[in-house]
Protein backbone atom coordinates (compact mmCIF):
# COMPACT_ATOMS: atom_id res chain seq x y z
CA UNK A 1 0.00 0.00 0.00
CA UNK A 2 1.65 3.52 -0.80
CA UNK A 3 2.17 5.86 1.64
CA UNK A 4 0.44 8.50 -0.68
CA UNK A 5 -3.49 9.70 0.83
CA UNK A 6 -5.99 7.99 -1.48
CA UNK A 7 -7.41 10.94 -3.02
CA UNK A 8 -10.81 11.38 -4.48
CA UNK A 9 -12.31 14.07 -7.30
CA UNK A 10 -13.54 17.20 -5.56
CA UNK A 11 -10.70 16.43 -2.45
CA UNK A 12 -8.58 18.99 -1.28
CA UNK A 13 -5.15 18.28 0.44
CA UNK A 14 -5.00 17.33 4.17
CA UNK A 15 -2.75 16.85 6.43
CA UNK A 16 -1.54 12.94 7.69
CA UNK A 17 -1.06 11.95 10.83
CA UNK A 18 2.15 10.49 12.20
CA UNK A 19 2.09 8.22 14.84
CA UNK A 20 3.74 9.79 18.27
CA UNK A 21 5.88 6.63 18.49
CA UNK A 22 6.43 3.77 16.04
CA UNK A 23 7.34 0.26 16.91
CA UNK A 24 9.36 -1.91 15.25
CA UNK A 25 7.41 -2.26 11.89
CA UNK A 26 8.61 1.33 10.81
CA UNK A 27 8.15 1.60 7.45
CA UNK A 28 7.00 -1.17 6.57
CA UNK A 29 3.48 -0.94 4.29
CA UNK A 30 -0.13 -1.88 5.33
CA UNK A 31 0.40 -5.90 4.17
CA UNK A 32 3.99 -6.45 5.67
CA UNK A 33 2.42 -4.45 8.74
CA UNK A 34 -0.29 -7.08 9.27
CA UNK A 35 2.01 -9.95 9.20
CA UNK A 36 4.39 -8.15 11.42
CA UNK A 37 1.82 -8.04 14.43
CA UNK A 38 2.20 -12.07 15.77
CA UNK A 39 2.46 -12.94 19.36
CA UNK A 40 6.25 -12.65 20.50
CA UNK A 41 7.29 -14.99 23.19
CA UNK A 42 9.19 -12.55 26.07
CA UNK A 43 12.51 -12.04 26.43
CA UNK A 44 12.99 -13.91 23.16
CA UNK A 45 11.22 -12.55 20.06
CA UNK A 46 10.74 -8.99 21.65
CA UNK A 47 10.50 -5.96 19.85
CA UNK A 48 13.15 -3.49 20.59
CA UNK A 49 11.32 -0.45 21.98
CA UNK A 50 9.92 -3.15 24.27
CA UNK A 51 12.86 -4.57 25.15
CA UNK A 52 14.22 -1.17 25.83
CA UNK A 53 11.33 -0.42 27.78
CA UNK A 54 11.70 -3.01 30.99
CA UNK A 55 14.09 -5.52 32.10
CA UNK A 56 11.20 -7.58 33.49
CA UNK A 57 10.72 -10.77 31.80
CA UNK A 58 13.86 -10.56 30.05
CA UNK A 59 15.59 -13.48 31.34
CA UNK A 60 16.16 -16.10 28.87
CA UNK A 61 16.33 -20.26 29.26
CA UNK A 62 19.98 -20.00 27.50
CA UNK A 63 22.87 -17.50 25.86
CA UNK A 64 21.72 -16.65 22.37
CA UNK A 65 25.48 -17.36 21.80
CA UNK A 66 25.29 -21.13 23.14
CA UNK A 67 26.03 -23.83 21.14
CA UNK A 68 22.88 -25.15 19.26
CA UNK A 69 24.17 -28.59 19.96
CA UNK A 70 23.50 -28.11 23.96
CA UNK A 71 19.77 -26.72 23.56
CA UNK A 72 19.49 -30.11 21.39
CA UNK A 73 21.06 -32.45 24.68
CA UNK A 74 19.09 -30.31 26.96
CA UNK A 75 15.85 -30.87 25.13
CA UNK A 76 15.02 -27.24 24.41
CA UNK A 77 14.69 -27.70 20.55
CA UNK A 78 11.23 -29.82 19.71
CA UNK A 79 11.35 -28.76 16.26
CA UNK A 80 12.66 -32.47 15.22
CA UNK A 81 9.65 -33.91 17.47
CA UNK A 82 7.50 -33.56 14.12
CA UNK A 83 8.04 -35.13 10.67
CA UNK A 84 5.94 -32.80 8.89
CA UNK A 85 3.92 -29.62 8.82
CA UNK A 86 0.45 -30.35 10.76
CA UNK A 87 -2.20 -30.22 8.45
CA UNK A 88 -5.50 -29.00 9.52
CA UNK A 89 -8.92 -30.52 9.52
CA UNK A 90 -11.91 -28.45 8.55
CA UNK A 91 -13.92 -30.80 11.12
CA UNK A 92 -11.94 -29.26 14.00
CA UNK A 93 -12.54 -25.57 13.48
CA UNK A 94 -15.03 -24.40 15.31
CA UNK A 95 -17.95 -21.82 14.91
CA UNK A 96 -18.57 -19.27 18.23
CA UNK A 97 -21.09 -16.78 18.38
CA UNK A 98 -19.94 -13.52 19.88
CA UNK A 99 -22.88 -11.60 20.78
CA UNK A 100 -25.17 -10.53 20.21
CA UNK A 101 -25.23 -9.93 24.39
CA UNK A 102 -21.41 -9.85 24.55
CA UNK A 103 -20.21 -6.06 25.93
CA UNK A 104 -17.98 -5.83 23.85
CA UNK A 105 -20.30 -5.65 20.66
CA UNK A 106 -21.52 -2.12 21.89
CA UNK A 107 -24.75 -3.33 21.21
CA UNK A 108 -26.92 -5.93 19.97
CA UNK A 109 -24.71 -7.02 17.34
CA UNK A 110 -23.72 -11.12 16.60
CA UNK A 111 -20.57 -11.68 15.13
CA UNK A 112 -20.73 -15.26 13.62
CA UNK A 113 -16.78 -16.59 13.72
CA UNK A 114 -14.84 -19.55 12.44
CA UNK A 115 -12.14 -20.06 14.58
CA UNK A 116 -8.78 -22.27 14.51
CA UNK A 117 -7.29 -22.64 17.60
CA UNK A 118 -7.50 -18.64 18.90
CA UNK A 119 -7.31 -17.43 15.19
CA UNK A 120 -10.31 -16.35 13.26
CA UNK A 121 -11.06 -17.75 9.61
CA UNK A 122 -14.03 -16.24 9.06
CA UNK A 123 -16.62 -13.49 10.18
CA UNK A 124 -20.02 -13.26 9.66
CA UNK A 125 -21.66 -10.08 11.13
CA UNK A 126 -25.99 -11.00 11.89
CA UNK A 127 -27.33 -7.43 12.14
CA UNK A 128 -31.55 -7.17 12.92
CA UNK A 129 -31.91 -7.33 16.93
CA UNK A 130 -33.23 -3.97 17.60
CA UNK A 131 -36.47 -3.99 15.31
CA UNK A 132 -36.83 -0.27 15.28
CA UNK A 133 -38.07 0.65 11.96
CA UNK A 134 -37.68 4.03 12.06
CA UNK A 135 -37.70 4.39 8.33
CA UNK A 136 -41.21 2.68 8.25
CA UNK A 137 -42.49 4.97 11.51
CA UNK A 138 -41.49 8.15 9.19
CA UNK A 139 -44.55 7.54 6.60
CA UNK A 140 -46.58 8.02 10.09
CA UNK A 141 -45.05 11.43 11.39
CA UNK A 142 -45.37 14.53 10.24
CA UNK A 143 -42.40 16.53 8.61
CA UNK A 144 -42.48 18.53 12.30
CA UNK A 145 -42.39 15.58 14.20
CA UNK A 146 -39.76 13.42 12.09
CA UNK A 147 -37.06 15.21 14.27
CA UNK A 148 -38.52 12.98 17.23
CA UNK A 149 -37.67 9.77 14.76
CA UNK A 150 -34.43 10.29 13.61
CA UNK A 151 -32.17 11.57 16.40
CA UNK A 152 -33.02 7.81 18.27
CA UNK A 153 -31.39 6.39 15.26
CA UNK A 154 -27.69 7.25 16.32
CA UNK A 155 -28.70 7.79 19.78
CA UNK A 156 -24.52 9.19 20.10
CA UNK A 157 -24.68 12.08 17.89
CA UNK A 158 -28.94 12.70 17.68
CA UNK A 159 -28.35 16.24 16.25
CA UNK A 160 -26.38 14.98 13.16
CA UNK A 161 -29.44 13.08 12.33
CA UNK A 162 -32.30 15.87 13.16
CA UNK A 163 -29.69 18.10 11.08
CA UNK A 164 -29.71 15.72 8.01
CA UNK A 165 -33.68 15.51 8.16
CA UNK A 166 -34.16 19.15 8.26
CA UNK A 167 -32.10 19.56 5.05
CA UNK A 168 -33.56 17.49 3.02
CA UNK A 169 -37.10 18.45 4.09
CA UNK A 170 -36.05 21.70 3.56
CA UNK A 171 -34.43 21.22 0.06
CA UNK A 172 -37.80 20.10 -0.90
CA UNK A 173 -40.07 23.36 0.94
CA UNK A 174 -37.38 25.71 -1.01
CA UNK A 175 -37.06 27.36 2.52
CA UNK A 176 -34.29 29.87 3.35
CA UNK A 177 -32.41 29.22 6.45
CA UNK A 178 -31.16 32.98 8.49
CA UNK A 179 -27.73 32.91 8.72
CA UNK A 180 -28.03 32.61 12.82
CA UNK A 181 -29.46 29.21 12.25
CA UNK A 182 -27.16 27.46 10.13
CA UNK A 183 -24.44 28.75 12.48
CA UNK A 184 -26.33 27.36 15.60
CA UNK A 185 -26.81 24.39 13.63
CA UNK A 186 -22.99 24.22 12.95
CA UNK A 187 -22.06 24.44 16.59
CA UNK A 188 -24.44 22.14 17.84
CA UNK A 189 -23.05 19.49 15.62
CA UNK A 190 -19.59 19.35 16.04
CA UNK A 191 -19.82 19.65 19.48
CA UNK A 192 -21.84 16.73 19.61
CA UNK A 193 -18.76 15.40 17.20
CA UNK A 194 -16.62 16.06 20.11
CA UNK A 195 -18.87 13.78 22.19
CA UNK A 196 -19.15 11.11 20.39
CA UNK A 197 -15.50 10.64 19.91
CA UNK A 198 -14.85 10.94 23.79
CA UNK A 199 -17.43 8.15 24.35
CA UNK A 200 -15.58 6.31 21.42
CA UNK A 201 -12.13 6.52 23.21
CA UNK A 202 -14.15 6.17 26.28
CA UNK A 203 -15.19 2.67 25.71
CA UNK A 204 -12.32 1.85 23.12
CA UNK A 205 -9.94 2.44 26.17
CA UNK A 206 -12.15 0.20 28.31
CA UNK A 207 -12.07 -2.46 25.54
CA UNK A 208 -8.57 -3.22 25.20
CA UNK A 209 -7.52 -2.84 28.75
CA UNK A 210 -7.24 1.25 29.58
CA UNK A 211 -10.18 1.21 32.14
CA UNK A 212 -9.21 4.48 33.00
CA UNK A 213 -9.87 6.44 29.99
CA UNK A 214 -13.78 4.73 30.47
CA UNK A 215 -13.96 7.68 33.53
CA UNK A 216 -12.08 9.98 31.67
CA UNK A 217 -13.95 9.68 28.03
CA UNK A 218 -17.18 10.46 30.27
CA UNK A 219 -15.69 13.17 32.37
CA UNK A 220 -15.28 15.18 29.49
CA UNK A 221 -18.29 14.38 27.99
CA UNK A 222 -20.21 15.66 30.65
CA UNK A 223 -19.59 19.02 29.89
CA UNK A 224 -20.77 19.03 26.65
CA UNK A 225 -24.25 17.17 27.70
CA UNK A 226 -24.71 19.72 30.05
CA UNK A 227 -24.49 22.49 27.71
CA UNK A 228 -26.73 20.69 25.22
CA UNK A 229 -28.82 20.47 28.34
CA UNK A 230 -29.27 23.92 29.29
CA UNK A 231 -29.88 24.54 25.28
CA UNK A 232 -32.30 21.94 24.21
CA UNK A 233 -33.57 20.63 27.95
CA UNK A 234 -32.57 17.31 27.27
CA UNK A 235 -28.95 15.30 27.33
CA UNK A 236 -29.78 12.97 24.44
CA UNK A 237 -32.64 13.01 21.86
CA UNK A 238 -32.94 16.53 21.30
CA UNK A 239 -36.14 16.62 18.61
CA UNK A 240 -33.53 20.65 18.72
CA UNK A 241 -32.52 20.53 15.08
CA UNK A 242 -36.17 21.20 13.11
CA UNK A 243 -37.36 21.93 9.36
CA UNK A 244 -36.89 25.91 9.22
CA UNK A 245 -34.16 26.10 11.54
CA UNK A 246 -34.13 25.39 15.46
CA UNK A 247 -36.47 25.02 18.04
CA UNK A 248 -34.75 28.19 20.07
CA UNK A 249 -32.04 30.31 20.79
CA UNK A 250 -29.08 30.14 22.45
CA UNK A 251 -29.55 31.15 26.02
CA UNK A 252 -27.92 34.00 27.69
CA UNK A 253 -24.18 33.37 28.66
CA UNK A 254 -23.88 30.68 25.96
CA UNK A 255 -20.75 31.57 25.35
CA UNK A 256 -19.24 31.33 27.79
CA UNK A 257 -20.63 28.20 28.93
CA UNK A 258 -18.88 26.63 25.48
CA UNK A 259 -15.58 27.97 26.22
CA UNK A 260 -15.53 26.34 29.88
CA UNK A 261 -16.40 23.25 27.83
CA UNK A 262 -13.69 23.80 25.57
CA UNK A 263 -10.84 24.12 28.16
CA UNK A 264 -12.14 20.92 29.56
CA UNK A 265 -12.12 18.92 26.63
CA UNK A 266 -9.06 20.17 25.74
CA UNK A 267 -7.53 19.20 29.30
CA UNK A 268 -8.94 16.06 29.01
CA UNK A 269 -7.08 15.34 25.46
CA UNK A 270 -3.88 16.07 27.11
CA UNK A 271 -4.62 13.45 29.78
CA UNK A 272 -5.74 11.10 27.26
CA UNK A 273 -2.26 10.95 24.78
CA UNK A 274 -0.20 10.80 28.23
CA UNK A 275 -1.95 7.73 28.95
CA UNK A 276 -2.19 6.33 25.80
CA UNK A 277 0.34 7.37 23.00
CA UNK A 278 3.56 5.95 24.66
CA UNK A 279 1.71 3.05 26.37
CA UNK A 280 3.67 0.20 25.00
CA UNK A 281 0.97 -2.36 25.49
CA UNK A 282 -1.39 0.20 23.74
CA UNK A 283 0.61 0.46 20.55
CA UNK A 284 0.59 -3.05 20.58
CA UNK A 285 -2.75 -3.46 20.64
CA UNK A 286 -3.36 -1.01 18.30
CA UNK A 287 -0.35 -0.81 15.44
CA UNK A 288 -1.12 -3.29 12.55
CA UNK A 289 -4.59 -4.46 14.15
CA UNK A 290 -7.72 -4.59 11.97
CA UNK A 291 -6.81 -2.69 8.32
CA UNK A 292 -8.52 -1.67 6.17
CA UNK A 293 -7.46 -0.76 2.47
CA UNK A 294 -8.32 2.80 0.54
CA UNK A 295 -9.47 0.58 -2.51
CA UNK A 296 -11.55 -2.18 0.10
CA UNK A 297 -12.83 0.86 1.91
CA UNK A 298 -14.07 2.06 -1.17
CA UNK A 299 -15.57 -0.51 -2.28
CA UNK A 300 -17.38 -1.32 1.04
CA UNK A 301 -18.58 2.05 1.58
CA UNK A 302 -16.96 2.30 4.52
CA UNK A 303 -16.43 6.33 5.42
CA UNK A 304 -15.85 8.64 8.09
CA UNK A 305 -13.24 8.45 10.30
CA UNK A 306 -12.29 4.53 9.11
CA UNK A 307 -11.70 5.38 5.38
CA UNK A 308 -9.87 8.69 6.30
CA UNK A 309 -7.66 6.69 8.69
CA UNK A 310 -6.96 4.36 5.84
CA UNK A 311 -5.98 7.44 4.00
CA UNK A 312 -9.21 8.23 1.57
CA UNK A 313 -9.32 12.39 1.84
CA UNK A 314 -13.04 12.76 2.05
CA UNK A 315 -15.47 14.64 4.40
CA UNK A 316 -18.98 15.66 3.27
CA UNK A 317 -18.35 19.08 4.81
CA UNK A 318 -15.42 19.72 2.41
CA UNK A 319 -16.84 18.02 -0.60
CA UNK A 320 -19.96 18.93 -0.45
CA UNK A 321 -20.75 21.73 2.59
CA UNK A 322 -23.68 22.12 4.19
CA UNK A 323 -25.41 24.86 6.65
CA UNK A 324 -22.29 27.31 5.73
CA UNK A 325 -19.83 24.89 7.18
CA UNK A 326 -17.55 26.14 4.53
CA UNK A 327 -16.84 29.81 5.51
CA UNK A 328 -14.88 28.18 8.68
CA UNK A 329 -11.48 26.53 8.49
CA UNK A 330 -10.51 23.39 9.23
CA UNK A 331 -8.23 20.24 8.10
CA UNK A 332 -9.06 17.18 7.39
CA UNK A 333 -6.79 14.67 9.13
CA UNK A 334 -5.92 11.09 7.38
CA UNK A 335 -3.69 8.17 8.08
CA UNK A 336 -1.21 6.07 6.35
CA UNK A 337 -1.82 2.42 7.60
CA UNK A 338 -5.72 1.71 8.12
CA UNK A 339 -5.30 0.39 11.24
CA UNK A 340 -6.53 0.38 14.98
CA UNK A 341 -4.15 2.90 16.00
CA UNK A 342 -4.45 5.03 12.91
CA UNK A 343 -8.08 5.50 13.93
CA UNK A 344 -7.49 6.55 17.23
CA UNK A 345 -5.07 9.13 15.78
CA UNK A 346 -7.71 10.48 13.62
CA UNK A 347 -10.03 10.74 15.75
CA UNK A 348 -8.07 12.51 18.58
CA UNK A 349 -7.10 15.26 15.59
CA UNK A 350 -10.87 15.22 14.55
CA UNK A 351 -12.05 16.31 18.33
CA UNK A 352 -9.36 19.19 17.79
CA UNK A 353 -10.43 20.53 14.52
CA UNK A 354 -13.95 20.53 15.40
CA UNK A 355 -12.76 22.89 18.65
CA UNK A 356 -11.31 25.16 15.89
CA UNK A 357 -14.76 25.70 14.58
CA UNK A 358 -16.39 26.13 17.26
CA UNK A 359 -13.96 28.73 18.72
CA UNK A 360 -14.56 30.49 14.74
CA UNK A 361 -18.37 30.53 15.74
CA UNK A 362 -17.79 32.09 19.00
CA UNK A 363 -16.04 35.16 17.35
CA UNK A 364 -18.45 35.23 14.14
CA UNK A 365 -22.25 34.33 15.42
CA UNK A 366 -24.45 36.29 13.58
CA UNK A 367 -27.29 38.34 14.78
CA UNK A 368 -31.05 37.66 13.71
CA UNK A 369 -33.74 34.85 13.66
CA UNK A 370 -32.64 31.66 14.54
CA UNK A 371 -35.85 30.08 12.27
CA UNK A 372 -37.31 31.02 9.44
CA UNK A 373 -39.68 33.64 8.74
CA UNK A 374 -41.40 31.59 6.03
CA UNK A 375 -45.45 31.67 8.04
CA UNK A 376 -46.05 28.21 6.65
CA UNK A 377 -43.01 26.48 8.03
CA UNK A 378 -42.59 28.27 11.33
CA UNK A 379 -45.08 28.86 14.11
CA UNK A 380 -45.95 31.82 15.48
CA UNK A 381 -44.14 33.26 18.18
CA UNK A 382 -44.78 32.53 21.85
CA UNK A 383 -46.13 35.67 22.93
CA UNK A 384 -48.66 35.87 19.68
CA UNK A 385 -50.46 33.28 21.10
CA UNK A 386 -52.43 34.98 23.63
CA UNK A 387 -52.39 37.98 21.71
CA UNK A 388 -54.16 36.75 18.35
CA UNK A 389 -56.65 34.28 18.03
CA UNK A 390 -55.55 34.07 14.39
CA UNK A 391 -51.50 33.15 15.76
CA UNK A 392 -53.40 30.67 17.75
CA UNK A 393 -55.15 28.81 15.30
CA UNK A 394 -51.88 28.96 13.57
CA UNK A 395 -49.90 27.46 16.07
CA UNK A 396 -52.28 24.65 16.87
CA UNK A 397 -52.20 23.79 12.75
CA UNK A 398 -48.78 23.56 12.75
CA UNK A 399 -48.18 21.07 15.40
CA UNK A 400 -51.81 19.29 15.10
CA UNK A 401 -51.42 18.70 11.45
CA UNK A 402 -48.27 19.77 10.56
CA UNK A 403 -47.00 21.50 7.07
CA UNK A 404 -47.37 20.25 3.53
CA UNK A 405 -44.22 19.71 1.45
CA UNK A 406 -44.81 20.11 -2.53
CA UNK A 407 -44.12 17.03 -4.24
CA UNK A 408 -40.68 15.68 -5.17
CA UNK A 409 -37.64 13.52 -3.74
CA UNK A 410 -34.06 14.69 -2.26
CA UNK A 411 -30.84 13.17 -0.56
CA UNK A 412 -28.96 15.11 1.45
CA UNK A 413 -25.70 14.09 3.34
CA UNK A 414 -23.93 15.17 6.39
CA UNK A 415 -20.79 14.14 8.18
CA UNK A 416 -21.60 12.38 11.05
CA UNK A 417 -18.75 11.54 13.54
CA UNK A 418 -19.27 7.85 11.71
CA UNK A 419 -19.14 8.87 8.36
CA UNK A 420 -21.65 9.75 6.14
CA UNK A 421 -25.53 10.14 6.65
CA UNK A 422 -27.67 10.25 3.88
CA UNK A 423 -31.39 10.83 3.84
CA UNK A 424 -33.34 10.18 0.92
CA UNK A 425 -37.01 11.88 0.82
CA UNK A 426 -39.80 10.90 -1.13
CA UNK A 427 -42.65 13.05 -0.60
CA UNK A 428 -46.51 13.28 -2.56
CA UNK A 429 -47.42 16.64 -1.67
CA UNK A 430 -49.25 16.23 2.20
CA UNK A 431 -47.79 16.43 5.51
CA UNK A 432 -46.31 13.52 5.92
CA UNK A 433 -43.42 11.54 3.72
CA UNK A 434 -44.66 9.19 1.60
CA UNK A 435 -40.96 7.55 1.75
CA UNK A 436 -37.77 8.01 3.95
CA UNK A 437 -34.73 5.90 3.31
CA UNK A 438 -31.26 6.58 5.27
CA UNK A 439 -27.79 5.54 4.33
CA UNK A 440 -26.36 4.97 7.59
CA UNK A 441 -22.41 4.86 7.97
CA UNK A 442 -22.30 1.88 10.84
CA UNK A 443 -24.13 -0.16 8.48
CA UNK A 444 -21.66 0.26 5.60
CA UNK A 445 -18.75 -0.31 8.67
CA UNK A 446 -20.39 -3.64 10.18
CA UNK A 447 -20.43 -4.44 6.14
CA UNK A 448 -16.64 -4.06 5.90
CA UNK A 449 -15.83 -6.54 8.95
CA UNK A 450 -14.81 -9.83 7.54
CA UNK A 451 -12.07 -7.90 5.86
CA UNK A 452 -11.01 -6.37 8.80
CA UNK A 453 -10.82 -9.47 10.98
CA UNK A 454 -10.17 -12.06 9.08
CA UNK A 455 -7.09 -13.99 10.19
CA UNK A 456 -6.45 -11.96 12.98
CA UNK A 457 -6.39 -13.29 17.04
CA UNK A 458 -9.76 -12.94 19.52
CA UNK A 459 -8.04 -9.86 21.11
CA UNK A 460 -7.39 -8.03 18.06
CA UNK A 461 -11.24 -8.47 17.19
CA UNK A 462 -12.06 -6.86 20.12
CA UNK A 463 -9.78 -4.39 19.32
CA UNK A 464 -10.65 -3.79 15.97
CA UNK A 465 -14.41 -3.70 16.45
CA UNK A 466 -13.81 -0.84 19.25
CA UNK A 467 -12.18 1.03 17.02
CA UNK A 468 -15.23 0.89 14.67
CA UNK A 469 -17.14 2.40 16.95
CA UNK A 470 -20.50 1.24 15.61
CA UNK A 471 -24.00 2.75 16.83
CA UNK A 472 -26.54 -0.05 16.19
CA UNK A 473 -29.40 2.19 16.11
CA UNK A 474 -27.70 3.14 13.36
CA UNK A 475 -27.49 -0.33 11.69
CA UNK A 476 -30.96 -1.46 12.52
CA UNK A 477 -33.02 1.99 11.94
Not at 322 to 344: A, C
Not at 402 to 424: I, T
Request: glycine fraction near 8%; charge should be negative.
Amino acid sequence: MSETPHNVEGDTEAPVLEPPIQAADEGLDAVERRRAHDIWVAGTEEPDWVAGSTDEGAQELLPRDIDPAVEVQRGLVVDDDYLEEPTVIEDERQIINMGPQHPATHGVLRLHMELEGETVRRVKPIIGYLHTGMEKTAETLSYMQGSTNVTRMDYLSPLNNELCYSLVVEQLLGVEIPPRAQAIRVLMTELNRIASHLIWVATFGMDIGALSMMIYGFREREAILAFFEKVTGLRMNHNYIRPGGVAADLPAGWEEDVEEALDIVRAGLTDYEDLLNGNPIFLDRTQGVGIITPEEAQAYGATGPIARAAGVNFDLRKAFPYSGIEQYEFDVPLGKYGDTHDRYLVRMEEIRQSMRIVEQILETMPPGDYRTEDRKVTPPPRKRIDESMEALIHHFKIFSEGFKVPPGEAYQAVESPRGELGMYLVAKGGSKPWRLHVRTPSFATVQALPVMMTDLIIPDVIATLASLDPVLGDVDR
